[in-house]
């Protein structure tokens, strides 16, 4: 793939550079509902439901079956991972931990969250998920880069992640916790402190779905992270669309100023992937790249 857009004919409004704010023109992105799914643990936004879906069963089956039902899917619970991939050479730079389990009542990531949601076992399914990303990553050894691992909002409140006990202790230098709002981070007291506490560990932190319009960003700033993730909303069709390229380049400038890496989340074709590394987003996610798989190891060559 070669480069044939002039980086200076894209539009350079935007917020001061240095303020640490990020301020996004979206006039053809909307906002996705908070239950869309893409804020689950694990949610693959690539293959994410769209937006405004149906309430899954575990909202509307009866609580003694459903504890049943989440009971068997803790008991299947399993990790696929997606590739992240960095600059032409779509080097491995990385991948995110996805859940699944084997489950006819809760057989997606959103079903299997909601139903944590009602029962109040948001904190077990939240450590279940660092235990097993923690087993596969030792297993599979140094070699392949980074992990990034979804927190639930409740998640920051539990302290056994900040325990030198925790699973993703000994890894944490490979950890990127990435920050996700299925549920508001406004009911998490001193948010703000407890990602900072995590940082001076050694864990990095990652903002998810930067553009889709949430609440999330009013409570961080770019001092707060060390990489932030495109919403699929701002990926989707970007070669299309003149405004939403100006503000991809925004946010990429902004970030470039602070140090901050930024990945393109759902990347699907080919124009995408060529349209995000012309603006500057070297760190690349999506179904072009690969699918989730159980396997952690060396890529294929890329469709």
Same mark, same amino acid.
Request: hydrophobic fraction near 45%.
């Given at each position: 793939m070669t480069s044939g857009r002039d980086r200076d004919s894209v539009p350079q409004d935007g917020p001061a550079p240095g303020s640490g704010e990020v301020v996004v023109s979206q006039p053809e992105v909307q906002e996705p509902s908070?239950?869309?799914?893409?804020?689950?643990?694990?949610?693959d936004p690539s293959s994410g439901p769209a937006r405004g879906r149906a309430p899954s069963r575990a909202a509307t089956v009866p609580l003694d079956e459903l504890e049943i039902g989440f009971e068997r899917a803790m008991a299947a619970l399993h990790l696929v991972f997606q590739p992240i991939v960095e600059g032409r050479a779509l080097k491995l730079f990385g991948y995110e931990a =996805? %859940?699944?389990? #084997?489950?006819?009542?809760?057989?997606?990531? +959103?079903? !299997?969250? &909601?139903?944590?949601?009602? !029962?109040h076992r948001v904190e077990r399914l939240g450590r279940a998920i660092r235990r097993r990303v923690a087993d596969d990553f030792t297993q599979a050894g140094g070699t392949i880069g980074l992990?990034? %691992?979804? =927190?639930?909002?409740? #998640? =920051?409140? &539990?302290?056994? !992640?900040?325990?030198?006990y925790s699973p993703l202790w000994k890894l944490r230098d490979r950890v990127v916790l990435e920050i996700t709002e299925r549920t508001s981070l406004e009911g998490v007291v001193d948010v703000?402190?407890?990602?900072?506490?995590?940082?001076?560990?050694?864990?990095? /932190?990652? /903002?998810?779905?930067l553009g889709a319009g949430h609440s999330r960003m009013n409570r961080f700033t770019l001092l707060d992270t060390d990489f932030v993730k495109l919403d699929m909303s701002l990926v989707r069709d970007l070669p299309k669309h003149r405004e939403r390229q100006r503000a991809v380049w925004? /946010? /990429?400038?902004? +970030?470039? &100023?602070?140090g901050i890496r930024v990945v393109g989340e759902g990347v699907e074709t080919v124009d995408e992937c060529e349209t995000l590394l012309e603006l500057g987003c070297e760190l690349l996610q999506g179904f072009l790249i690969a699918r989730p798989s159980r396997q952690l190891g060396p890529l294929g060559r890329p469709r």
């Open positions: 908070t239950e869309s799914g893409w804020f689950a643990i694990g949610t =996805l %859940v699944r389990s #084997d489950s006819d009542l809760l057989p997606d990531p +959103c079903s !299997l969250l &909601d139903a944590a949601e009602r !029962l992990v990034f %691992v979804n =927190l639930h909002a409740l #998640d =920051l409140a &539990d302290r056994s !992640l900040s325990s030198h703000r402190y407890r990602v900072a506490a995590l940082r001076e560990m050694g864990y990095r /932190i990652a /903002i998810d779905d925004n /946010i /990429i400038s902004m +970030c470039r &100023d602070q």
